[in-house]
């Protein structure tokens, strides 16, 4: 059935009130003949005061509000009748001109302020009875190929693309992929913890990424779990440092729990005393994470000047990263990289594999270097405080060059705030870099801050 003037018809967005049915639709008496009565009431008609509709008197005057319980019955009795051809011959029941929407009456009703206003009114509506009307309503609308684009959209689109399984690799499982799956800080933005999708909108090739897009790798260094890569960008030649997990995914929740390191990295954001991240990926099962070419934070001997630099740099990092309720929980000696620069060294924080947020997801357990942490972290309370301990034992090691021990009564007497086992090493030390190192290991935790009466 036509409109008058020809005009395409938009299915479902509102139907035209019985009472103005002549006005619009000459010659349209077939109407009321097709709609059967229980289907016109899944419309609520609302009156408009008299007022506006004496100032509106050539615009539509009624508006109404979709009622999904209403609509799922009346489709219900469609079904039932013998004489229904196709749900396709009820969309032309339902005429409505894109000219008509555009002159309704919109001062108070939120839901009609586009034209695709009564699609977010059904989309808030079939929340409540999603379980009893949904796959009927998508078989109904599903049923003919003429279908609105703003009906597609709504009950076929999405935002974020269905997760899938790779198929193309013989790990075949849900937390694999053989092709790189590119983490970005958008991904995280779209996921949560508990959901971390695979997605492939841009599929890449099941060569391994890091071979194909970086060149003169060269091997640095390794930890307990991952290794460390100098290498450049194929592309631009650009030099950085790739750090790959040497093991792969144990399962989803290990995956879940790892990919946490690039999310709070992300979360961090750009700091001068935060290594960059670049990009993160993951393929079959490796965590791969790219960051800006620094060197190593240790060396042969440090001056007082030197170690005061390596407070104030990590301070400044601390400040920031606090204040955006991250805990490091890993601050030690290998975790402090150097950026060089014709001025002066910069000392920057790297590896977030230990963070978190304030307060903690439940079931968080990760622990730092055991050397370094504090007692109040192991036993659970992470605190900005857990940070500020780690660099006073890091200040300590960097100043005597002795390797702290992971357990023993020298250990034990640190956690009390006592360095007197150090007293010798430090005799060349000023008075104020121990007082300093003395705040930083104090027990309690809410007392562990360097302030700028220390001239930093």
């Not at 005009?7 to 509102?14: M, V, Y």
């Not at 290998?334 to 060294?345: F, G, R, V």
């Not at 903690?360 to 309370?381: C, E, H, M, Q, V």
Request: charged share 30%; hydrophobic share 30%.
């Amino acid at each position: 059935m036509e409109t008058p003037n020809n005009q395409t018809t938009n299915l479902f967005i509102q139907t035209p009130s019985p009472l103005l049915r002549q006005n619009y639709f000459n010659g349209c008496n077939e109407f009321s003949n097709h709609t059967p009565s229980s289907l016109n009431l899944a419309y609520t008609e609302l009156p408009i005061s008299p007022d506006i509709l004496q100032q509106e008197e050539k615009k539509v005057a009624i508006k109404r509000k979709f009622n999904p319980f209403v609509f799922a019955e009346a489709l219900r009795e469609l079904k039932e009748e013998e004489n229904l051809e196709s749900s396709k011959k009820y969309r032309t029941d339902f005429p409505f001109l894109e000219k008509t929407l555009s002159k309704r009456l919109l001062y108070d009703d939120e839901s009609l302020m586009d034209s695709s206003g009564c699609k977010k009114r059904r989309s808030k509506d079939l929340e409540g009875v999603r379980k009893v009307s949904k796959d009927m309503i998508d078989e109904f609308f599903m049923s003919s190929s003429f279908v609105t684009d703003e009906i597609d959209e709504f009950f076929t689109s999405s935002s974020i693309p269905k997760p899938v399984k790779d198929k193309t690799t013989d790990l075949r499982n849900q937390f694999t992929t053989s092709f790189a799956h590119i983490l970005s800080k958008e991904y995280f933005d779209r996921t949560t913890f508990e959901n971390r999708y695979i997605f492939t909108q841009k599929k890449l090739s099941n060569e391994i990424y890091f071979d194909s897009e970086f060149v003169n790798k060269e091997k640095i260094g390794e930890g307990e779990f991952s290794e460390a890569f100098k290498c450049a960008v194929e592309k631009t030649r650009n030099l950085c440092i790739v750090k790959k997990s040497k093991l792969p995914f144990k399962g989803p929740l290990d995956r879940q729990d790892r990919l946490e390191e690039v999310n709070i990295h992300y979360k961090a954001g750009s700091h001068k005393n935060i290594v960059e991240l670049t990009s993160a990926w993951e393929q079959r099962g490796y965590l791969y994470l790219q960051i800006e070419l620094c060197e190593t934070g240790r060396q042969e001997t440090f001056s007082e000047e030197e170690i005061w630099q390596v407070i104030s740099d990590i301070k400044s990092a601390f400040i920031y990263m606090h204040g955006k309720s991250i805990v490091h929980l890993d601050v030690k000696p290998e975790n402090i990289l150097i950026k060089k620069t014709n001025a002066q060294n910069i000392y920057k924080l790297a590896d977030f594999g230990c963070a978190t947020l304030l307060p903690p997801r439940k079931w968080f357990d990760k622990d730092g270097d055991r050397r370094y942490i504090s007692n109040d972290a192991l036993n659970g309370t992470y605190s900005p405080g857990a940070d500020w301990f780690s660099l006073g034992i890091t200040v300590i090691e960097l100043a005597t060059l002795r390797q702290m021990e992971g357990n023993g009564d020298i250990y034990q007497r640190l956690r009390r705030g006592d360095f007197s086992d150090y007293k010798d090493q430090l005799l060349t030390y000023s008075e104020k870099l121990k007082k300093a190192i003395k705040v930083m290991l104090s027990p309690n935790h809410k007392g562990r801050y360097v302030d700028s009466s220390f001239g930093i």
